[in-house]
């Protein structure tokens, strides 16, 4: 079965703290990894993606198959990275599975 | 270049009605999925259409179904509404199925309240 998880529902830290953002999936098989990510009254957009091993916006994720993880990662938060943050999974077919969300608040 | 629009953005609806939700998808777009959004969830997967045929489906009811059209918009019904179908319903599109790089874009999501 495809699953993600995101265990906190609310992560709170202050400006110029590192963050960590938490996914962990189950899937049998070569998972795509993403993080979406929605700002205050604005749309579900892509952040990042596994294969692409990017860095948007200063954030971070490495796909962790031992772990079977892909942790959101940024040295050092800004107050404009308050969001809803969702780890995704494409596995079979076209399927994707969103986690619950973390809404990640940026305190000044 | 025009972004993914759907309509309406609200809609209320009682029990046992049927509802009609449209998507129409960003120019030059072949591929729409869409997501059940529940309050406090993450979107749920429900279907997809490439190039006009059902490419996935979710874990939904055959209540639940779809259609493209030969423009790529796309419309999602569903009959016999019950309490729980109340969410937001998220529309995507994509420029193929297939890619690998491919990348959705949301559409601003049309929020169902059944009563």
């Known amino acids: 079965a495809q699953r993600v998880t995101q265990p906190e529902k609310l992560l709170s830290v202050f400006k110029g703290a590192p963050v960590e953002l938490k996914c962990n999936y189950s899937?049998?098989?070569?998972?795509?990894l993403f993080w979406y990510v929605q700002y205050s009254r604005q749309r579900l957009q892509l952040l990042l993606r596994?294969?692409s091993r990017e860095s948007i916006k200063g954030f971070t994720a490495d796909l962790n198959k031992g772990e079977t993880s892909f942790h959101l990662k940024k040295p050092f938060a800004q107050e404009e990275d308050s969001a809803m943050y969702y780890c995704a999974l494409r596995g079979y077919g076209q399927n994707f599975v969103f986690g619950p969300g973390t809404r990640l608040s940026v305190l000044p | 270049e025009t972004g993914v629009t759907q309509s309406p953005t609200h809609l209320i609806k009682t029990r046992g009605q049927q509802v009609t939700l449209r998507c129409s998808s960003q120019?030059?777009?072949?591929?729409v999925s869409w997501y059940q959004q529940a309050l406090g969830q993450g979107p749920q997967f429900i279907f997809q259409y490439y190039r006009e045929e059902e490419n996935g489906r979710g874990n939904f009811p055959p209540r639940f179904s779809g259609l493209q059209f030969p423009n790529y918009s796309s419309e999602l019904n569903v009959n016999a509404l019950e309490l729980d179908d109340s969410a937001l319903y998220l529309c995507?599109?994509?420029?193929?199925?297939?890619?690998?790089?491919?990348?959705?874009?949301f559409g601003p999501g049309t929020r169902l309240t059944v009563l």
């Open positions: 120019s030059g777009h072949n591929t």
């Open positions: 899937y049998s098989g070569s998972p795509e």
């Open positions: 596994h294969i």
């Open positions: 995507a599109s994509s420029l193929g199925s297939r890619q690998r790089e491919d990348t959705q874009y």
